[in-house]
């Protein structure tokens, strides 16, 4: 099992940048699957981003070319750099994680508040 703590979460204005990280514990951190996953109020939880184990990565149409996921394997920690923000990138973001290369995520993390003002 897997414990996930995130952090940076914040207030900005539009068009500028965040970067949140996720603290996971555990001593197989590099073979799991990792994503951020964000809700905003009254709507559906999205996917933002997934990075896989060899680092590939897939990212959500509506944050292409903004937001940007990696991963530090030796400090256990996964990272979203969230560039040109705007206000309907506001909501609570979740770190999650699961062991398998596809499907649901099974572990998550308490989630962050972002915050974008316009």
């Known amino acids: 099992q897997v414990q996930l703590v995130e952090s940076g979460g914040g207030l900005v204005q539009a068009g500028g940048s965040l970067r949140l990280s996720c603290a996971a514990s555990?001593?197989?951190?590099?073979?799991?699957?990792m994503g951020w996953v964000r809700q905003a109020p009254g709507k559906e939880r999205e996917i933002v981003a997934t990075?896989?184990?060899?680092?590939?990565?897939r990212s959500a149409d509506s944050v292409k070319g903004r937001f940007t996921i990696s991963r530090d394997n030796a400090k256990n920690t996964v990272y979203l750099q969230m560039n040109s923000l705007k206000p309907e990138d506001t909501a609570v973001y979740y770190c999650?994680?699961?062991?398998?290369?596809?499907?649901?995520?099974?572990?998550w993390g308490q989630g962050t508040q972002v915050t974008v003002s316009s």
């Open positions: 999650a994680a699961r062991r398998t290369l596809l499907g649901d995520f099974a572990y």
């Open positions: 555990g001593r197989t951190f590099s073979s799991y699957v």
């Open positions: 990075i896989w184990s060899d680092s590939s990565t």
